[in-house]
């Protein structure tokens, strides 16, 4: 089946503007997760949607926000871009239970300048 | 607050040599789960292992192995025989039950990065 994907796979974005990341879950999968990753603080938990509903929130500002689509299509937008946001997403979709293997995209590479 | 930490940043071994990734965690819960994952440079985690915490037994899965000590707070991963396939970067994670205990809320250890010499 296919697997988890993640569009694009590299954005440039200038200082001050939003973006909008894309996630598609592996079909049947209803949990949606995206986290951060950066050299400096490593694999950072953004947020978790179940059945189009923010289920969990890790620590970052109002500027990143996601949604979820009844399909289970996640968005993840993140708006007055600053430097520090460059970093790899990577998206996980899982069944949504306790003991379900999450499997991860290959991330989209968001440069800011 | 729960944490994971993973001291070794960077360790590179021969071939055939068997190397052992450490993995120590922090967390108030009595039930949690913790995990491995894979990051070769292509950039997706690939799921290794998962392990709750009332299952302290050591599993084997080829050439891998997973020693799980709630006494030390460690999960420690070993890679028998290590191959050049094996160079990547490894995570270990936890997960509390009061975040869901799902895969979906995880706390990533900074990873440690094998190299594997042929």
């Known amino acids: 089946k296919a697997g988890v994907t993640q569009t694009p796979r590299y954005l440039i974005k200038t200082r001050g503007q939003q973006v909008t990341l894309s996630c598609s879950p592996i079909?049947?999968?209803?949990?949606v997760s995206w986290y951060q990753q950066t050299p400096g603080q490593g694999l950072q938990f953004l947020f978790e949607?179940?059945?189009?509903?923010?289920?969990n929130k890790g620590n970052f500002p109002g500027r990143f926000s996601g949604r979820q689509f009844s399909n289970s299509r996640s968005e993840m937008n993140v708006s007055t871009l600053e430097l520090g946001d460059s970093a790899l997403y990577l998206c996980a979709s899982t069944l949504g239970g306790r003991n379900t293997e999450a499997f991860f995209g290959q991330g989209t590479r968001l440069t800011v300048v | 607050a729960q944490k994971v930490t993973q001291a070794q940043t960077e360790i590179s071994v021969v071939e055939k040599e068997d190397v052992t990734l450490d993995c120590v965690y922090e967390?108030?819960?009595?039930?949690?789960?913790l995990f491995w994952y894979k990051q070769p440079p292509s950039g997706e985690l690939v799921f290794l292992i998962r392990?709750?915490?009332?299952?302290?037994q050591n599993e084997i899965s080829g050439r891998y192995s997973w020693n799980f000590q709630k006494s030390t707070s460690s999960f420690n991963f070993t890679i028998t025989a290590s191959q050049v396939v094996d160079s990547a970067v490894y995570f270990c994670?936890?997960?509390?039950?009061?975040?869901?205990?799902?895969?979906?809320?995880?706390?990533f250890g900074k990873g440690t990065k094998l190299s594997v010499k042929p």
């Open positions: 392990r709750n915490s009332f299952d302290e």
């Open positions: 079909s049947g999968h209803r949990s």
């Open positions: 994670a936890l997960s509390e039950a009061t975040g869901g205990g799902s895969q979906g809320n995880l706390i």
């Open positions: 949607y179940f059945s189009e509903t923010q289920r």
């Open positions: 967390t108030r819960d009595t039930t949690y789960y």
